[in-house]
């Protein structure tokens, strides 16, 4: 017979959607994370700038920015961060949902918000 405590059953729980989980997203190959910025913010310039010596792949936002955000997201990135205006955050999230990223991390500067997606 196994003895079962109730520490134990509720430790197997949690441990069950948690490894099914990394499961999932170890079988979805990712590329590598997305920085996004907003090139006429000034928090967004210093945001890319530090990307940029990090070393990550850094992109200004630009031009519809759905088709926009679709490209990004079509690269299946590891996680998408970036700093923006309302606006812009709102339908890149928007976006992002469509291919399975939920926001993570979402803080606001006066009129500048840092958003982080990524997969569910």
Do not use: C
Request: without cysteine.
């Amino acid at each position: 017979m196994i003895r079962a405590t109730r520490r134990s059953v509720v430790a197997a729980a949690l441990a069950m959607p948690a490894a099914a989980h990394a499961a999932r997203l170890r079988s979805r190959k990712k590329g590598r994370a997305v920085l996004l910025h907003d090139p006429a913010l000034a928090a967004g310039q210093r945001f890319a700038e530090a990307g940029r010596v990090a070393g990550a792949k850094v992109l200004a936002i630009s031009g519809d920015r759905i088709r926009f955000a679709r490209k990004v997201f079509a690269t299946n990135p590891a996680w998408v961060q970036g700093v923006s205006r309302q606006a812009d955050a709102v339908l890149i999230e928007d976006v992002g949902r469509e291919f399975g990223y939920v926001r993570e991390v979402l803080r606001a500067s006066g009129p500048v918000l840092e958003w982080r997606l990524v997969p569910r």
